[in-house]
C-alpha cells in the first residue's frame, strides 16, 4: 500500500477542469483553448509515498529550472510549453510554477537515460551484470560511469506504484520499432547535452528521465518537467567517488530521515510515513535551490 498520506482536494478554476493529480502536479485544461495547464506544487514523495509535509519553493524552481533546460535543448527537440502566464482566475500562488502546455498524444514510456551505474540499475547488474536487457562488463560498482550512456525504458506507472524497467524491445512492441528508434536516438542525444552542460558547471548527470508526446502533426515533443532534481540524479563531481552512495542534489535528506531510528517509520509496513521535521524540510530545499544556482548561474529569489 502506498500513494498520498493526505491526498489534496484539487482547486475549482473557472474555465479550467482538473484532469489529474499527480505526485506533484496538477493538471487542469482550458475548456477554451483546449491547452493543458501545469501547476507544481511543493509536495515530496519518497519511497513510494507523497509526504504530508511540502518544501517550499520546490515547486518554483522544478518549473524554472525546466524552462532553463527547454531553452538549451531547443535545436535538439521542441517541448510542449507554450506559455507561462497564469489564466484569467488562477489564484496568485500558481506564479512562477505554472506552465501552460500544448496537448499532445503521450507516449506510454518512460525514457531513461544513465551514464552511471546506480539506483534500480545497480540492483540489476548486481543480479544478472545487465540493466535492462543490455549487458554490462564486470567489475563495475555504485557509481560508475558506464562505458557509454544506454537507454533503459520504464513502464509508466500509476501514483504509488513503481515505474517497471522494461527492454528496448518490449518498448518497440508497444509504440512499434521506428517510434522507439526515434525515443533511444533523442533521449540519448538530450542526456548527451544536458551531460556536459552539466559537467561544464561541476556537476555530473548520472542518469535522468524523460516524457515525449507526439503533436498534432505527428512529430515529436519533449513534455513534462526536465532535468530537475525530481527527475535526474545531480552529484557534486569533486565528490564522486564509485563503490559507495553519491552525495546529490536532490531529496536524500529526506529518505534519509525517514529510514533512520528518529522518524520511527518502517518502511515495509503498510502504515503511511510521519511529517517531515522542520530541519529536513530546509535541508532539501537548500539543496534543490543549490542545484539550481549551480546550474544556471543564477541566484534564486
Not at 482536494?9 to 475548456?31: A, F, I, M
Not at 512492441?173 to 552539466?198: C, F, H, K
Request: proline share 8%; net charge negative; charged share 25%.
Amino acid at each position: 500500500m502506498s500513494g498520498f498520506v493526505e491526498k489534496p482536494e484539487p482547486l475549482q478554476v473557472p474555465g479550467l477542469v482538473h484532469l489529474h493529480t499527480g505526485k506533484v502536479r496538477e493538471l487542469y485544461r482550458n475548456s477554451e483553448t483546449g491547452d493543458l495547464v501545469m501547476v507544481a506544487s511543493d509536495r515530496v514523495s519518497a519511497y513510494d509515498w507523497v509526504l504530508p509535509t511540502e518544501i517550499p519553493d520546490k515547486g518554483r524552481v522544478l518549473t524554472r529550472l525546466s524552462l532553463w533546460w527547454f531553452d538549451r535543448l531547443a535545436d535538439l527537440i521542441p517541448n510542449h510549453v507554450v506559455s507561462t502566464e497564469l489564466p484569467a482566475g488562477a489564484p496568485a500562488d500558481w506564479e512562477g510554477r505554472t506552465l501552460v502546455c500544448r496537448s499532445l498524444q503521450m507516449l506510454p514510456v518512460e525514457c531513461v537515460a544513465r551514464g552511471y551505474l546506480t539506483g534500480s540499475g545497480l540492483v540489476e547488474y548486481d543480479a544478472s551484470r545487465t540493466v535492462c536487457g543490455l549487458a554490462l562488463p564486470e567489475g563495475l560498482v555504485d557509481g560508475s560511469e558506464l562505458p557509454a550512456p544506454i537507454f533503459t525504458p520504464a513502464t509508466k506507472a500509476a501514483v504509488g506504484d513503481h515505474d517497471e524497467n522494461v527492454s528496448y524491445e518490449e518498448v518497440a512492441r508497444q509504440v512499434g520499432a521506428e517510434t522507439a528508434a526515434q525515443l533511444r536516438q533523442t533521449t540519448l542525444a538530450v542526456y548527451s547535452r544536458a551531460r556536459d552542460i552539466a559537467r561544464d558547471r561541476g556537476i555530473i548527470l548520472a542518469d535522468t528521465k524523460f516524457e515525449f508526446g507526439r503533436d498534432e502533426d505527428g512529430g515529436l515533443v519533449l513534455a513534462d518537467e526536465v532535468l530537475t532534481p525530481d527527475s535526474s540524479r545531480f552529484w557534486p563531481a569533486a565528490e564522486w567517488q564509485p563503490g559507495r552512495a553519491q552525495p546529490s542534489y536532490d531529496k536524500q535528506f529526506v529518505r534519509d530521515w525517514l529510514t533512520s531510528p528518529a522518524s520511527g517509520w518502517d518502511r515495509r509496513s503498510e502504515q503511511p510515513p510521519p511529517p517531515l521535521p522542520q530541519e529536513i524540510v530546509e535541508a532539501t530545499r537548500a539543496k534543490y535551490v543549490e542545484a539550481y544556482e549551480l546550474l544556471t548561474g543564477s541566484t534564486w529569489q
